[in-house]
């Protein structure tokens, strides 16, 4: 199901909610932004907690923000249904240190089942240090049964 305009907002603010109340973000500095259909972009404070042991961010961070980015964006366009991440390739190009990095997902493609979309992560100094491209599929789980999701 895509949102109506007059829709969108209320959905976007819905999204960006369940994100907050996802437990796994207790453990990041972060808040999700929905702005438009199909693109949504997080901030994440890194810090030395998100470090391996040779002093910069783990990979598993990397993961965390570029899928959440890209997931966020794809279901940006569905109402009804929570999606799944059912591929995510990743390529990582520079370290990452502390500071504030951007996620920004981008929807490419799917409307009815499987999504894809790309996302890429920017660090403080405004270079790009990774970016992924992901594949979503729709779920049997409702958006509104789920612990966060407040549309309206």
């Known amino acids: 199901m895509t949102p109506r305009p007059e829709g969108e907002a ?12 996802a437990p796994i973000n207790r453990l990041f500095d972060s808040m999700l932004e929905i702005a438009e259909p199909g693109v949504a972009r997080i901030r994440f404070r890194v810090d030395e ?3 391996h042991a040779a002093g910069a961010a783990h990979g598993t961070s990397y993961f965390k923000m570029l899928d ?6 794809c279901n940006s ?26 996620a920004e997902g981008r929807w490419v493609s799917g ?3 499987v999504f894809v979309a790309d996302a890429r992560l920017i ?6 240090v990774a970016r992924g491209t992901g594949t979503f599929m729709r779920s049997q789980i409702a958006l509104a049964g789920l612990p966060g999701y407040r549309n309206g």
């Not at 660090?123 to 790009?128: I, N, P, R, Y």
């Open 10 to 21: 209320a959905h976007f603010r819905a999204l960006e909610t369940l994100y907050a109340a």
């Open 49 to 51: 907690r998100h470090y």
């Open 68 to 73: 959440d980015a890209a997931f966020y964006a």
């Open 77 to 102: 366009l569905v109402t009804d249904r929570f999606l799944l991440t059912t591929q995510f390739n990743l390529l990582l190009t520079r370290p990452m240190k502390a500071g504030e990095v951007v």
């Open 111 to 113: 409307r009815r089942r």
């Open 123 to 128: 660090d403080a100094s405004g270079e790009e």
